[in-house]
């Protein structure tokens, strides 16, 4: 399984950004649960927000509640994160991940499949 994320950049506090994560690979399934993670630096990767096969159950840090909403295209073997109001704490490398089943999928560690990450700078 391959993991390409994209949609990172730079934006001023209280802006808006996409990012997608387009999965690849004769063993992946659209059946995976998919999920984003981030990582700031000289600080541990962290959870963001999960979604399940079709987006039916999702999950979310309490610091983005609120403001993020992941999303899934299963026809594309997409899955996207709506970041809106976004604050300079939010700056960090964002990462996808896909598993066939993270038994706590707030844990990196449960996770097998992971992309390249995409940077996302907030200013003040």
């Known amino acids: 399984v391959q993991l390409q994320a994209s949609g990172g950049g730079l934006v001023q506090a209280r802006g808006s950004l996409r990012l997608a994560c387009v999965a690849s690979g004769r063993t992946f399934s659209t059946s995976y649960p998919m999920g984003w993670f981030r990582q700031a630096p000289g600080k541990e990767r962290e959870f963001v927000a999960a979604?399940?096969?079709?987006?039916?159950?999702?999950y979310y840090a309490e610091s983005v509640k609120g403001r993020f909403t992941i999303s899934r295209d299963n026809f594309k073997n997409t899955v996207f994160l709506q970041m809106n109001s976004l604050k300079p704490e939010d700056t960090a490398t964002y990462y996808c991940a896909a598993d066939p089943g993270p038994q706590n999928p707030y844990s990196d560690r449960e996770w097998v499949y992971w992309g390249q990450g995409t940077q996302v700078t907030v200013s003040s």
């Open positions: 979604a399940n096969y079709n987006a039916g159950a999702t």
